[in-house]
């Protein structure tokens, strides 16, 4: 599969965004899909995903109860709604999807970059305070 991710931009602190990611190929929903981040200077972490087959999301603390995950089957597109952002959430935001035949349904094996095999381009957000 490959993914397309989009959406960024430059919005206010307490704004909203949305970022879609598109995957070509397979149907998006046969495998894990989630987000990444990477801010100036700082390393590339775990933001979000989900697991179609069992509609579970995984979230980091820190976007927990603010971001929001959604899907469009007819779409192919996955969508990270943001809202209430803040400063903190400036960074390049990356898609990327568990192309595999087996994971380990666990948080901690989705927030590692490792566990992921596909992924798409970064889309830059910037947050004005």
């Known amino acids: 599969v490959q993914l397309q991710a989009s959406g960024g931009g430059l919005v206010q602190a307490g704004g909203s965004l949305r970022l879609s990611c598109s995957a070509s190929g397979r149907a998006f929903t046969n495998y894990p899909m989630g987000w990444f981040r990477q801010a100036p200077g700082k390393k590339r972490e775990f933001v979000a995903t989900?697991?179609?087959?069992?509609?579970?999301?995984y979230f980091a603390d820190s976007v927990k109860g603010r971001f929001t995950l959604s899907g469009d089957n007819a779409k192919n597109t996955m969508y990270l709604q943001m809202n209430r952002l803040n400063p903190e959430d400036t960074a390049v935001y990356y898609c990327a999807a568990i192309e595999k035949e087996s994971y380990v349904s666990a948080a901690y094996y989705f927030s590692k970059e490792t566990s992921y095999n596909r992924w798409g381009q970064g889309t830059l957000v910037t947050v004005s305070s």
């Open positions: 989900i697991v179609w087959s069992s509609g579970r999301t």
